[in-house]
């Protein structure tokens, strides 16, 4: 009995059916998975399709057979005409349907000890007390055609405040320097036009009257000034 055989048969049927029983024991079940994120966002899953068991999906559907006689044709002597070649692949059916009742043999006496059954490449299989099984699919088993090889994806968490916070910053230094430059501006006209109101008083005295006083007002403060 070569497990070695079955651990590379199994997935290569489930890569094109979702179903492959194995006689007496229940089904290898293949479902989609789409890439998920797992890691707390850090690693990107591929896509693949992912294995189950079923103790309830009982009935042989001939896969495995068929792929196990395959498998055996190949090393019978070439036939001489379709007679010959179809004797040797009924010869090499009724053998894959005894080297799979053994393996089932052989699985279910690994059950009885010690509730488990290693097939190296593909996964283990699990029994517990209520003869329930259970498949752990091993991480160097794909059976996914189209996602075959396609490594996960690390992903490193980007910062994404911090752009932010550091345009903002440049942005409010961009506006202090803006309202420094209008503040000085401001004082600077301020200043030259003190300085020349200061330089022109004499000339601006008699505008800044008429501005600010009356007739009257101006009369009395000149009488003011004459008499002082």
Not at 3 to 12: D, G, N, Q, T, Y
Not at 123 to 149: M, P, R, W, Y
Not at 204 to 221: A, D, G, H, Q, W
Request: proline share 6%; hydrophobic share 45%; with cysteine.
């Amino acid at each position: 009995m070569d497990v070695s055989l079955f651990a590379r048969l199994i997935p290569e049927l489930l890569s094109r059916h979702n179903r492959v029983s194995l006689p007496g024991v229940g089904s290898f079940m293949a479902a989609e998975q789409p890439p998920r994120l797992v890691k707390k966002g850090r690693l990107l899953k591929a896509p693949c399709r992912v294995i189950l068991f079923s103790v309830d999906e009982s009935w042989n559907d001939e896969l495995l057979e068929n792929a196990f006689a395959a498998e055996l044709n190949k090393s019978m002597p070439k036939p001489q005409d379709e007679a010959a070649a179809s004797h040797n692949l009924a010869l090499c059916i009724e053998r894959a349907k005894r080297e799979i009742a053994q393996f089932v043999v052989v699985v279910k006496i690994q059950f009885r000890q010690s509730g488990v059954f290693d097939i190296p490449g593909f996964g283990i299989l699990k029994s517990d007390d209520n003869e329930q099984v259970t498949f752990n699919q091993s991480s160097d088993c794909h059976v996914s055609s189209h996602a075959f090889g396609l490594p996960d994806l690390a992903i490193k968490p980007l910062d994404a405040m911090a752009p932010v916070e550091k345009l903002y910053a440049v942005k409010n230094r961009r506006k202090i320097s803006v309202l420094v430059y209008v503040l000085l501006g401001m004082l600077l006209w301020l200043a030259m036009l003190a300085y020349t109101a200061y330089l022109f008083r004499e000339r601006l005295t008699p505008v800044l009257e008429r501005l600010l006083y009356t007739p009257e007002e101006r009369s009395i403060i000149h009488n003011t000034e004459n008499k002082q």
